[in-house]
């Protein structure tokens, strides 16, 4: 079956400027996550949603940054006022449920890789 | 808070060459443990995985077993193929706690 895809693949912004990334999760994968993927950090977790509302926001770096999901399916990352600093890769993933525990599996997407000029 | 050390790489070794990749992780509590893997131009794909103490992962012929008095979980396989270049990346998942904490990635490079 589809897995989870991501658009744009690539976006080119200039510095200021707003930018909206997309995710379509697995079908009927209740759980989404947001992670950022940058030379200087690593792999860095953003947010998690359960279905349309986010328990865990604490990775989001500063109010610059927020993220929306509905009908418990796509997602939206919004930067607004971008800044060269936020040029990296952002991965999508998602799970059937959360976990709580441990058995569930998080599908990534291919990403969202944004440039800042 | 939870955090993952992973070996610096990047790391080059012949075809059909032993691998090792060291990861030690620091978490309260049990946490479960994952190698992921990035090959070029794809996504994230989980490799294998492990929830609790001595439990070994494995798939395609890599394996990893958790080491609670150690807190490790070292990647390996015993024979790499041109293949298996990608970027291998260390996880872990504590109870009650949603998000994937990564070590840094380790480039693997296999040469012919």
């Known amino acids: 079956g589809a897995g989870v895809s991501q658009s744009p693949s690539n976006k080119v912004t200039e510095k200021g400027k707003d930018v909206e990334l997309r995710c379509d999760p697995i079908?009927?994968?209740?759980?989404l996550y947001w992670y950022r993927q940058s030379l200087g950090q690593g792999l860095e977790f953003l947010i998690y949603?359960?279905?349309?509302?986010?328990?865990?926001k604490s990775g989001l770096p500063s109010d610059r940054f927020s993220a929306e999901r509905t009908g418990g399916s796509v997602s939206t990352l919004t930067i607004q006022r971008t800044q060269q600093e936020d040029s990296a890769v952002y991965l999508c993933?998602?799970?059937?449920?959360?976990?709580?525990?441990?058995?569930?599996?998080?599908?990534f997407g291919p990403g969202t890789r944004l440039l800042v000029l | 808070g939870d955090s993952v050390t992973q070996m610096e790489g990047p790391v080059t070794l012949s075809e059909e060459a032993f691998l090792t990749i060291n990861c030690t992780y620091t978490?309260?509590?049990?946490?479960?443990l994952f190698w992921y893997v990035q090959y070029p131009g794809e996504g994230l794909q989980l490799l294998l995985k492990?929830?609790?103490?001595?439990d070994k992962g494995s798939n395609k012929g890599f394996e990893a077993t958790y080491r609670k008095e150690t807190t490790s979980f070292h990647l390996e396989k015993g024979s790499v193929q041109v293949s298996d270049s990608a970027v291998y990346f260390c996880?872990?998942?504590?109870?009650?706690?949603?998000?994937?904490?990564f070590g840094t990635g380790t480039r693997l490079t296999i040469i012919p």
């Open positions: 993933a998602s799970s059937p449920r959360p976990s709580g525990g441990y058995q569930e599996t998080q599908y």
């Open positions: 079908s009927g994968h209740t759980a």
């Open positions: 949603f359960q279905g349309n509302s986010a328990p865990d």
């Open positions: 978490a309260t509590g049990y946490p479960s």
């Open positions: 492990a929830t609790k103490a001595d």
């Open positions: 996880a872990l998942k504590n109870f009650g706690n949603e998000k994937l904490t």
